[in-house]
């Protein structure tokens, strides 16, 4: 009877609300299904709430936090969201669910963007940090063994540029930073981590690899002795000179704007190294391309004598003074 009841009560919420897509949570629509509940709940002797109105009619707990996420958009729902989120929490707490219970409760789908747009993570979050202060670092601990360290690190780029997942992405990505840091990782180990060298001409414009300048730039400032530059952390990832040369090479004709400008920046980088060894063109096959004089191989080396004689024969400009004329 009491499911009856409590269906018929998310019949009247479908009705109000189905204009509207759960964004404004303080409605006049709400505040009438709201009178209707405690009205409801005198005369059934009832213990309706709108959380338990909204959960039975969308299935279960796990579709919670992506309309509460979705409200959020909405500044006049923020408050209503707010409130309802509590009341899930509380109840959860008052069933004394373990946090292994709660991640299993909220059914993370496979697509790890969606673990933080959804408000899924956030929501888990907040019960850990409310209820269980010690394991706040377990959040991310969770996230990383469901995802991975490559795909968590990429959707949190992403997510610190979203404005309601923000300072929330920006904490995880930090404690992410700050353990690769605190377990001794060095540059190269966060490039393999990564598997940045696994996307080829796509790491030039990867969120990969934003996150392993962010490492970069942490790692020097506390290690000042044993500084590195994300250039020589890419070259040594893609397995030197020659390796690097190849994927900037390959990079420059994939016909991604993006893609060409940074790999053509990595390659001007490249071959101002080679010429200030001091390198002459008709040595790069030997010295850094195992002596292969393929069709990228010979790119690689006509792309460099341009770099070359461009340097040895630099152009000089001549102006007449008009007053000599």
Do not use: C
């Not at 707490?93 to 409760?105: A, H, K």
């Not at 690097?244 to 190294?273: H, N």
């Amino acid at each position: 009877m009491r499911n009856k009841a409590t269906s018929a009560l998310f019949k009247l919420y479908k009705d109000l609300l189905k204009e509207d897509g759960y964004r404004d949570l303080r409605s006049r629509k709400i505040e009438v299904l709201e009178d209707y509940i405690t009205l409801f709940n005198r005369e059934k002797s009832a213990d309706e709430t709108l959380l338990k109105v909204l959960t039975t009619g969308v299935g279960d707990e796990s579709q919670i936090a992506p309309i509460l996420e979705k409200a959020r958009t909405n500044s006049r729902s923020v408050e209503k969201a707010n409130e309802l989120e509590t009341a899930l929490l509380t109840k959860w707490r008052g069933e004394n669910l373990s946090p292994m219970t709660v991640w299993s409760r909220l059914k993370f789908s496979d697509n790890v963007d969606n673990a933080l747009s959804s408000g899924k993570l956030g929501m888990f979050s907040k019960y850990i940090a409310k209820y269980y202060p010690n394991n706040e670092k377990s959040v991310l601990e969770r996230f990383t063994v469901k995802y991975g360290e490559d795909a968590v690190a990429k959707a949190l780029v992403t997510a610190t540029n979203k404005g309601t997942m923000k300072d929330f992405a920006s904490k995880l990505q930090t404690q992410q930073l700050e353990g690769w840091l605190a377990r001794q990782k060095s540059a190269g180990d966060v490039f393999n981590l990564l598997k940045i060298k696994e996307d080829g001409v796509l790491s030039m414009k990867s969120r990969k690899v934003i996150v392993l300048s962010k490492y970069v730039n942490l790692f020097n400032g506390k290690n000042p002795q044993d500084k590195t530059q994300l250039f020589s952390v890419m070259k040594n990832g893609f397995g030197g000179d020659g390796g690097l040369a190849r994927m900037v090479t390959a990079a420059r004709r994939v016909g991604d704007p993006e893609i060409e400008l940074t790999a053509k920046q990595y390659q001007k980088g490249l071959f101002k190294q080679w010429f200030a060894g001091d390198i002459k063109p008709e040595n790069v096959y030997a010295k850094f391309l195992n002596g292969k004089e393929g069709h990228m191989e010979k790119a690689i080396v006509a792309q460099y004598k341009a770099h070359y004689d461009k340097q040895m024969n630099p152009q000089i400009y001549t102006f007449n003074d008009p007053r000599r004329s």
